[in-house]
């Protein structure tokens, strides 16, 4: 579970617009956000590659972003955040885990209360640009985050971020792809739990 919900948390920080604040130096960044911030929520398809000492494993799936809440669905589980409470099935398992994240959990599954001090955490420069796209570096101020760099390519035309790559010091390496963001108008029951859709399921209760 941990490792779906850490790459999840490296797609909803760095692939959503969200996080650029009005003032900040990049326009391409600034335009995303504004388009984002003008909606009523994104529907996208994500493709995470992720290399560790030599071994690489692979996710793809569709993800729902509004506001606060997020829904992404996989082969192997679903999982939803309504803003309050957190709810994950795992299809091997057949079980069903309800939770209310503490402090540092919200942290790792919420973009927003990173975003606040955003700017405190990383620089951010172009490293490339065409009439396209645009190539996004950042990197850490604080030598003991444990990413090295990213970067963000996003779409000028489109208005979307539509691929990741973060390296950390570890020598870990993601590379997440994003195609057929959509701006949609969703209801805010698209991530909320209904245990009705889900009969013959445990569900464990851990509010």
Same mark, same amino acid.
């Given at each position: 579970?941990?490792?779906?919900?850490?790459?999840?948390?490296?797609?909803?920080?760095?692939?959503?617009?969200?996080?650029?604040?009005?003032?900040?130096?990049?326009?391409?960044?600034?335009?995303?956000?504004?388009? =984002?911030?003008?909606?009523?929520?994104?529907?996208?398809?994500?493709?995470?590659?992720?290399?560790?000492?030599?071994?690489?494993?692979v996710i793809n799936g569709t993800i729902y972003i509004k +506001?606060?809440? =997020?829904?992404?669905?996989?082969?192997?589980?679903?999982?939803?955040? +309504?803003?309050?409470?957190?709810?994950?099935?795992?299809?091997?398992?057949?079980?069903?885990?309800? /939770? @209310?994240?503490?402090?540092?959990?919200?942290?790792? $599954?919420?973009?927003?209360?990173?975003?606040?001090?955003?700017? +405190?955490? =990383?620089?951010?420069?172009?490293?490339?640009?065409?009439?396209?796209?645009?190539?996004?570096?950042?990197?850490?101020?604080?030598?003991?985050?444990?990413?090295?760099?990213?970067?963000?390519?996003?779409?000028?035309?489109?208005?979307?971020?539509?691929?990741?790559? @973060?390296?950390?010091?570890?020598?870990?390496?993601?590379?997440?792809n994003v195609s057929n963001y959509k701006y949609i108008n969703?209801?805010? /029951?698209? =991530?909320?739990f209904n245990e009705i859709q889900y009969p013959n399921i445990? $569900?464990?209760?851990?509010?």
């Amino acid at each position: 579970m941990k490792k779906y919900i850490n790459i999840i948390y490296i797609l909803l920080i760095l692939a959503l617009p969200v996080y650029s604040q009005h003032n900040q130096v990049n326009d391409a960044l600034d335009k995303v956000a504004r388009k =984002f911030e003008e909606s009523n929520g994104v529907n996208a398809n994500f493709y995470i590659k992720s290399e560790t000492n030599g071994y690489a494993s692979v996710i793809n799936g569709t993800i729902y972003i509004k +506001d606060r809440m =997020f829904y992404f669905v996989t082969e192997e589980m679903e999982c939803g955040y +309504d803003g309050t409470n957190l709810w994950s099935f795992i299809r091997n398992n057949n079980e069903i885990n309800l /939770s @209310i994240p503490d402090e540092e959990e919200i942290i790792n $599954i919420n973009p927003y209360l990173l975003l606040k001090n955003y700017r +405190d955490r =990383f620089k951010c420069s172009t490293k490339s640009s065409s009439e396209v796209s645009e190539v996004i570096s950042l990197s850490p101020k604080n030598a003991d985050n444990t990413i090295s760099f990213v970067n963000i390519t996003i779409n000028k035309k489109l208005l979307f971020p539509s691929k990741i790559e @973060i390296t950390n010091k570890d020598k870990t390496k993601t590379v997440i792809n994003v195609s057929n963001y959509k701006y949609i108008n969703l209801d805010n /029951s698209k =991530f909320v739990f209904n245990e009705i859709q889900y009969p013959n399921i445990e $569900i464990i209760d851990l509010r």
